[in-house]
């Protein structure tokens, strides 16, 4: 590569890179928006479908499960056939299952119709969030891939707002709650029509002339195949999905693993059941479960706004590792205070809320970065994946903990699975901020940076 060549990992930030950070997000707002209805439409689902404690875990479940599938298949799938084919597609899946799910008759239609919205939902993350990656500057990279997840809350306040709304239709209000998500599915689908596949990926396959035509249209005349800082025949078109777990890579899928499902096991057991939650605190009527709900989101959002801050001020490494100690001790204090009361344990939610929106978002932004164009959707799907096995069982089995061990008894719990993610952190993480994606997921070139010009990127349109 010659000297002086201009990368896309040092290009300006330009609209499409905002665009296209709008349109990756319609994804993670789907997932927070869908997984949080549910929780509020149990209110009116559970009478009108007799579910008992056990059915209500399960339904709940489901779609947890579904993650698990989506991601672990539909990652591989998308490094096959690439990023913008799935791009697109998922989202009809995501609109389809959606309403068919509010057609439900009984719960096992339900669980079916839910485990398979999962899957589309767990598909959409290592489909546009690999396409996210392989276009953004390494300067933003990390703020504007953590940007679409803390968007997950932003849905999930949106079902809470929506669930208030349409609580008092009557008692055929959870159908209309579990139909809605196809509303934001399809106005993410129109807005991801023309998208560009990403360069990175179509260089890994072999299709050189194709990557340039992208590159040129997206940046403008002056980057060309070199900009993307990989040598052709550094990628393999012959990856397996077994490459994850190579010498080379399997510390990385560790801690990815170990990480992102020490995130989402607290994470999606509170944000599933919420109102039940808040009912064992004590807090009665509408106002106070619907309301709290909110306030969570919503500070979970508040959350996310100093983490993207400080995910390129401090770094991956040390943001993650301060949030996993901060929700240590929020989850783990209250079962250690004696008499204690709703106002303790909703501090102790309200903390766990702001620490886990300004660290979470590190999900997508960490597996991205780690692993190389031709493993990278493989292992961001693995991560959707696996991560997926640990909250489906915690949320199958949060309404049995709540009524077992109480508030605290179910937080503290919470408190000992982030323990496990504090340690897998402080062991295994590495830092990745301010590094092109060829240094972090150890691919190299003879470029020279100290040497390179930055030429403002064109502003192409998606």
Not at 103 to 109: E, K, L, M, R, V
Not at 177 to 185: H, K, T, V, Y
């Amino acid at each position: 590569m010659s000297t002086g060549t201009n990368l896309i990992d040092d290009a300006p930030l330009s609209k499409f890179h905002v665009k296209l950070t709008v349109f990756s997000s319609g994804g993670p707002f789907i997932d927070g928006y869908a997984l949080s209805i549910i929780g509020l439409a149990f209110i009116t689902m559970t009478p009108a479908l007799g579910l008992k404690p056990a059915e209500i875990g399960l339904v709940g479940a489901a779609s947890l499960i579904g993650i698990f599938f989506g991601g672990g298949i539909f990652g591989w799938v998308t490094d096959k056939v690439g990023r913008h084919t799935m791009y697109i597609l998922d989202l009809i899946a995501l609109a389809a299952f959606s309403i068919l799910s509010a057609f439900s008759t009984d719960i096992w239609q339900l669980v079916l119709w839910r485990f398979l919205l999962g899957v589309a939902i767990g598909a959409d993350y290592p489909i546009a969030t690999s396409l996210l990656t392989e276009f953004l500057p390494r300067k933003v990279r990390g703020r504007l891939l953590g940007a679409t997840f803390v968007v997950w809350a932003v849905g999930a306040a949106a079902a809470f707002a929506v669930g208030f709304l349409l609580k008092d239709v009557g008692p055929e209000a959870w159908r209309y709650m579990l139909a809605s998500p196809a509303i934001f599915a399809i106005i993410t689908l129109l807005c991801r029509l023309g998208t560009p596949e990403s360069p990175r990926w179509l260089l890994s396959r072999g299709k050189v002339n194709e990557a340039r035509d992208v590159i040129k249209k997206v940046f403008g005349p002056a980057y060309d195949i070199e900009s993307l800082g990989e040598n052709s025949a550094e990628t393999s078109i012959t990856a397996r999905f077994t490459d994850i777990f190579n010498r080379k890579f399997f510390k990385r899928t560790l801690f990815v693993a170990i990480f992102w499902t020490a995130q989402v096991i607290p994470l999606f057991a509170v944000y599933t059941f919420a109102p039940e939650l808040l009912t064992s605190f004590g807090l009665t009527g509408d106002a106070n479960l619907y309301g709290g709900s909110l306030l969570i989101s919503l500070l979970f959002v508040i959350g996310g706004i100093p983490g993207l801050w400080l995910v390129e001020k401090i770094g991956r490494r040390k943001l993650l590792l301060w949030t996993f100690a901060i929700i240590v001790l929020a989850l783990g204090a209250p079962v250690f205070i004696p008499g204690v009361t709703a106002n303790v344990l909703f501090t102790a939610l309200a903390i766990f809320a702001l620490a886990s929106g300004a660290s979470s978002f590190l999900e997508v932004v960490y597996p991205n970065e780690l692993f190389p164009t031709e493993i990278r959707a493989t292992a961001v799907g693995f991560g959707t994946a696996i991560s997926r096995i640990g909250s489906a069982v915690s949320t199958y089995l949060m309404p049995l903990a709540i009524i077992t061990f109480g508030a605290a008894g179910a937080l503290l719990i919470g408190a000992l699975v982030s323990l496990v993610g504090f340690l897998g952190t402080l062991f295994l993480a590495p830092e990745t901020a301010n590094r092109s994606l060829s240094e972090t997921t150890g691919y190299t070139s003879s470029h020279s940076e100290t040497n390179q010009q930055v030429v403002p990127a064109k502003s192409a349109e998606l």
